[in-house]
């Protein structure tokens, strides 16, 4: 069994932000932070089966759990979206932080929530941090630059049927000796085949077992 808190920062614009820490260590000495993406949920297959690697390695979670499909910003600009994300994570991080300490993190950031994963791996406390890239948005400089610029260990899956996949950023990869890539043929921004349940339950299969494995 696990421990579950549920709490929540006032965000960006006094917009409530809620989170969830999952433990089943009293004395787990890694965190990983997972940061899921705009329509993509700590409840989807993804994040829900990395949640439970995690927990089975007794390596407490951080489920982040913005909304930022909601109503609150539809208004928003992409470059105020992105000031939010920051602000949202950095709160909540904080917070979690003061009440427990930890020496070793993780890292996984899905869809938008790899701009909010860019900007953590310039802070120091996450100079060693390993880092798990699920379809990143590669057509933003900032996600782009700092994966080919990393020194963090990284796992990045994209599929070459995702609206952000970009073939010429992704070649540059092979720059960075600490990224290990992986391209999956057919595969769209939910890391599925759009046509074939069967065959995407084992991509997601295979996606686990390498973060298991990481």
């Known amino acids: 069994m696990f421990k579950v808190k549920t709490d929540s920062v006032t965000g960006y614009k006094e917009k409530d932000i809620h989170y969830t820490v999952l433990s089943t260590d009293e004395h787990a000495s890694k965190l990983a932070i997972l940061l899921p ?11 829900h089966y990395s949640t439970g690697v995690f927990l089975q390695k007794s390596v407490d979670v951080l489920q ?13 600009s992409m470059d105020e979206l992105v000031e939010a994300i920051k602000l949202d994570v950095d709160e909540i991080i904080d917070k979690v932080l003061e009440e427990n300490s930890y020496d070793g993190y993780y890292l996984v950031g899905k869809s938008l929530g790899t701009i909010a994963m860019a900007s953590l791996l310039d802070k120091e406390i996450f100079h060693n941090a390993k ?9 933003r400089d900032d996600v782009f630059e700092s994966m080919l610029h990393s020194r963090n260990e990284s796992l990045c ?5 995702d609206t952000h996949y970009n073939a010429e950023r992704y070649r540059q990869f092979t720059n960075n000796p600490k990224l290990v890539t992986r391209l999956l043929a057919g595969a769209d921004h939910s890391l599925q085949y759009k046509s074939d349940p069967v065959s995407s339950i084992d991509l997601l299969k295979t996606v686990i077992k390498e973060i298991n494995e990481f």
């Open 37 to 47: 993406g705009a329509g993509y949920s700590n409840q989807a297959p993804l994040l």
């Open 64 to 76: 982040v759990n913005y909304t930022y499909n909601d109503k609150f910003y539809d208004h928003f």
């Open 131 to 139: 880092a798990v890239w699920l379809t990143p948005l590669l057509n």
């Open 157 to 161: 899956f994209i599929g070459d049927d």
